[in-house]
T-cell receptor
């Protein structure tokens, strides 16, 4: 069984602080995705990483994929209240089957 | 372009009943996947349909079933409901090719009492 472990489970910070969320897999997936989910909504894709060692930036968000393609991290610089939400990593297998971590609930206070 | 539509948004059912949830994918998408989200287990994959055929299945009991129609719309059915089936059920549509983006609906919140 392929598992994805995310840490931390909860994160409560002040606006302007930096944070990092980690995602570790027990096995290798064809690619890894990060999603953000807001209350009452479905997850929305932020990024897909495919190549070991890959780094992708999306404004204040930086995503890294480990060399062995079994771990990933999401770093947010100068967090804002609008960043509040549930951050999920998901490993992609088959054509489009997603195995999700349990998520990191981020609360950014003004 | 219209997003993924799930109906109904909320549902309350009694133990032992059955329920059918519906998902209309984005136009042109032939793959529909279903996920169950609970606070304890997070998001778990139920099954995926592509061109009316089940292409992959997660580790859920046979009470959970689904189907896909020729217009790519999909339904999932849960029979003999249990309290533990209370969850947010999400469907995701995609083109169905490797590493293509999945778009999620808002989900159906099922409460079993």
């Amino acid at each position: 069984t392929q598992l994805l472990e995310q840490s931390p489970q909860f994160l409560s910070i002040q606006e302007g602080e930096n944070l990092t969320v980690y995602c570790n897999s027990s096995s290798v997936f064809s690619s890894l995705q990060w999603y953000r989910q807001e209350p009452g909504e479905g997850p929305v894709l932020l990024v897909t990483v495919v190549t070991g060692g890959e780094v992708k930036k999306l404004k204040r968000l930086t995503f890294q994929f480990g060399d062995a393609r079994k771990d990933s991290s999401l770093h947010i610089t100068a967090a804002q209240p609008g960043d509040t939400g549930l951050y999920l990593c998901a490993g992609v297998s088959g054509y489009s089957t997603l195995t999700f971590g349990k998520g990191t609930m981020l609360l950014v206070s003004p | 372009k219209a997003g993924v539509t799930q109906t109904p948004r909320y549902l309350i059912k009694t133990r032992g009943q059955q329920v059918t949830l519906s998902c209309s994918p984005i136009s042109g998408h032939r793959s529909v996947s279903w996920y169950q989200q609970t606070p304890g287990q997070g998001l778990q994959f139920l099954f995926e349909y592509f061109s009316e055929t089940q292409r992959n299945k997660g580790n859920f009991p046979g009470r959970f079933s689904g189907r896909q129609f020729s217009n790519s719309r999909s339904e999932m059915n849960v029979s003999t409901l249990e309290l533990g089936d209370s969850a947010l059920y999400l469907c995701a549509s995609s083109l169905g090719k490797a590493n293509t983006e999945a778009f999620f609906g808002q989900g159906t919140r099922l409460t079993v009492v």
